[in-house]
């Protein structure tokens, strides 16, 4: 503000897009694109939900996140950032002497299926960690996967490819976060019925067409229902809301 005048300067809206793509993006909004690039948007415009799926994250994380918890070679929740690509965040466990070659250990914790699987998300998020580690003067040779409902640790190789699909993905992580508007929802996708963010993108209930007629209801009484298991359905008999799934019934109400 000058001392001639009462004008305050505004800043353009490319200005603000610009100090947004210049601050870092933190490596779980990455993998939130992996995993649905529409759940990576939502979390950044603020959208945080508290799930069991989060829950059962947070659990899993707490011996992790407990930086007291660091013994001799093993380090946790160690803080990792690199420059080039403006990525900031955490690894659960790095191992290794101050000068020896690094192993990344990924806490997850409900393996698909109950089974150890290593998804694609968890890949690209170990190759992230790998290049903020290398960006930082380390070396890295080895990654592994802590399964805390299974107690058991699973080896992961990585590659070039890995490398260059985590590059890729900062990109995308990028453009999804800057752009006005959410893209579309996953049209009867699987990875929906477990997400932790269905509560707020609600997948099923936008319509792939326009709609056409009025919807209206007899008798409203301001209330509102959300069936919460997937597949459920629910319908008006002799006056009574009635929620079925696959023919058994779930739920009847006035």
């Not at 690199?82 to 191992?95: I, N």
């Not at 936008?206 to 359905?233: F, M, N, Y």
Request: include cysteine; aromatic fraction near 4%.
């Amino acid at each position: 503000m000058d001392d001639d005048t009462d004008e305050v300067y505004v800043a353009p809206a490319t200005e603000y897009l610009r100090r947004e793509v210049e601050s870092p993006i933190p490596l779980s909004l990455v993998s939130h694109t992996v995993f649905c690039p529409r759940r990576a948007w939502l979390e950044a415009a603020g959208e945080h939900t508290d799930t069991s799926q989060m829950q059962s994250g947070a659990a899993a994380h707490a011996r992790s996140d407990d930086r007291s918890r660091s013994r001799g070679s093993e380090h946790r929740a160690l803080d990792v950032t690199h420059a080039e690509l403006g990525l900031s965040g955490r690894c659960d466990v790095v191992e290794g002497d101050p000068g020896d070659p690094l192993t990344v250990v990924e806490f997850k914790a409900n393996p698909v299926r109950r089974q150890s699987s290593v998804t694609h998300p968890t890949r690209v998020q170990l190759a992230l960690q790998t290049l903020c580690l290398e960006d930082m003067g380390n070396e890295v040779t080895g990654w592994e996967v802590f399964f805390t409902s299974t107690r058991r640790r699973v080896e992961v190789q990585l590659d070039e490819a890995d490398f260059a699909d985590a590059r890729r993905y900062v990109d995308q992580t990028r453009a999804v976060i800057t752009a006005p508007k959410a893209p579309e929802p996953l049209e009867d996708d699987p990875r929906c019925t477990r997400c932790s963010h269905v509560s707020v993108c609600l997948p099923d209930e936008r319509s792939a067409v326009p709609v056409t007629r009025r919807i209206l209801v007899a008798d409203p009484d301001t209330q509102v229902v959300h069936l919460a298991t997937p597949g459920s359905r629910a319908g008006v008999r002799s006056g009574r809301l009635v929620v079925t799934k696959a023919g058994e019934r779930l739920g009847r109400v006035r």
